[in-house]
């Protein structure tokens, strides 16, 4: 059973950046698509980026579209979200999660095993 850790969260002033890392435990990290959701009070997960297997395809809310980056490094058993130019709207609990295949997904149910979140704060 993987396991997945995600860290790198805080408070930012609105512009800033924040560097998320998502550690996963297990072997075949390196198998496996990868994706970041969130969730803000009051409000419903979504899809924020995901990567297949290998890093060469990425894809993105249109919401984070040119501000995030999402990226992994399968010998540290790790993937990142590079948060640029953050915004008040961008808080919410982060949630790192790994894909039933190699491919990147949107689909919340196209992935099978989830972290448990780091928290996200912008102030304006």
């Known amino acids: 059973q993987v396991q997945l850790v995600e860290s790198g969260g805080g408070l930012v002033q609105a512009g800033g950046s924040l560097r998320l890392s998502c550690a996963a435990s297990g072997r075949f990290f390196s198998s496996y698509g990868m994706g970041w959701f969130r969730q803000a009070p009051g409000k419903e997960r979504e899809f924020v980026a995901t990567i297949n297997w290998n890093g060469g395809s990425t894809y993105y809310a249109d919401s984070v579209k040119g501000r995030f980056t999402i990226s992994r490094d399968n010998a540290k058993n790790t993937v990142y979200l590079q948060m640029n130019s953050l915004k008040p709207e961008d808080k919410a609990v982060y949630y790192c999660?790994?894909?039933?295949?190699?491919?990147?997904?949107?689909?919340?149910?196209?992935?099978?095993?989830w972290g448990q979140g780091t928290q996200v704060t912008v102030s304006s």
């Open positions: 999660a790994r894909s039933r295949s190699n491919n990147g997904y949107t689909a919340i149910t196209d992935f099978g095993s």
